[in-house]
């Protein structure tokens, strides 16, 4: 049978490279990702809210929902 050592052949005297511009660039499409989600969620909430248990209709709920985005783009430029 093979033998396994317990560091799989990585030498941690010498950690690896790291891309801190790429590491960035991931961290800030993630937050961008995430913020541009909660968005999304809460207009689409706020949207049913009014479509459906308002009376707005579906219509009123459709024009909640995309006053609401425009609102949060405008603020979270």
């Known amino acids: 049978m093979a ?3 317990a560091d ?3 030498d941690f005297s010498k950690p690896a490279e790291m891309d801190y511009p ?3 660039a991931t961290y800030e499409l993630f937050l961008a ?3 541009w989600g909660a968005i999304f969620v809460i207009a689409l ?3 049913m809210a009014v ?3 308002g009376s707005g209709g579906i219509f ?3 024009f909640t929902f995309i006053v609401a985005l425009v609102v ?3 603020l979270a430029r």
């Open 33 to 35: 990702t995430f913020k």
């Open 45 to 47: 909430m706020l949207g």
């Open 3 to 5: 033998e396994h050592s």
């Open 60 to 62: 009123g709920g459709l």
């Open 72 to 74: 949060a783009y405008v």
């Open 22 to 24: 790429q590491h960035e």
């Open 51 to 53: 479509g459906l248990v």
């Open 8 to 10: 799989h052949g990585y």
